[in-house]
């Protein structure tokens, strides 16, 4: 994933209403560019990041740009525009870069499914291999107080995350392969767990759906500020999450 054209950088002031975040550019002109992240952005959006953003040609955008990258004072790049977790997540796969979710013949987006009146990230279909749900989440929040490089998911509390998750371990009671792929967008995040002290059920939820079959990736890609390429896998550390007597 390249970004073309180039992103433009300048200074956060402040993140506001959600959606608007106000950027001072190297020449002291106060932009407002639209912000697609609704999470928490905990350690993302301090005044004073240096923010690279993306600009649209669409004319009937009220705001033509988009907040794409936050380098950290640490020099670590956080991809925040969130929607650019499932785009990345679909073109490595459809690369192959992605190895176990590599062989499938078709794929598909935002497929309705479930019980719960949702919508698949992606599916993959193959007439031997079967089908496989994949939920794909966004990860950003680096805390290295117990652990350096230590990632977590969620950044806060999450309904509809509690809400995929049991769409998946449906989908694997069905008999389908059920995956929930953590795109970590974090350069400076090298292993991650489920954010237990901010959303205790959804890591409950995850430990429930880890002991039904339900297949946990994390994969991190290269992130910079000219785009986004394959990179590898990092680990994920459930430990206590798993059901008593499921191990």
């Known amino acids: 994933m390249i970004f073309d ?12 209403k959600r959606f608007l975040t106000d950027v001072q550019l190297d020449n002291g002109e106060v932009i407002t560019i639209h912000c697609a992240n609704t999470g ?7 005044p004073g990041t240096r923010v690279w953003y ?27 525009n969130t929607a650019r977790a499932n785009q990345i997540a ?29 919508r698949i990230d ?7 291999k079967g089908n496989c749900y994949i939920e794909v989440k ?33 989908m694997k009671a069905a008999g389908h392969r059920a995956v929930l792929l953590f795109m970590v967008l974090h350069t400076g995040i090298s292993r991650m767990r489920p954010a237990t002290h ?16 339900v297949e946990i990736l994390c994969y991190r890609p290269h992130v910079g500020v000219q785009g986004m390429v394959a ?4 680990p994920f550390e459930p430990g206590h999450l798993l059901p008593e007597g499921s191990a």
């Not at 950003?140 to 230590?150: F, N």
């Not at 990179?231 to 990092?234: A, E, L, T, V, Y």
């Open 40 to 46: 928490a952005m905990t350690g993302c959006a301090d």
């Open 90 to 118: 679909r073109e490595l796969i459809e690369q192959e870069a992605i190895a176990p979710l590599a062989g499938y013949s078709r794929l598909r987006t935002e497929v309705k499914y479930g019980e719960e009146n949702s």
């Open 198 to 213: 901010i959303d205790p059920h959804y890591s409950l939820l995850i430990g429930q759906a880890m002991a039904a079959g």
């Open 231 to 234: 990179q590898g896998f990092i």
């Open 122 to 128: 992606l599916l993959l279909e193959d007439d031997e």
């Open 5 to 16: 054209p180039p992103l433009q950088s300048g200074q956060l002031v402040a993140r506001y």
């Open 138 to 170: 966004s990860v950003t929040l680096l805390d290295e107080r117990e652990q350096p490089g230590m990632g977590y998911f969620p950044d806060a509390v999450t309904a509809r995350g509690a809400k995929h998750l049991r769409e998946l371990m449906a």
């Open 54 to 80: 993306s600009t649209s040609d669409n004319p009937k955008r009220k705001l033509p740009n988009s907040w794409e990258i936050a380098e950290s004072p640490a020099g670590h790049f956080i991809c925040v």
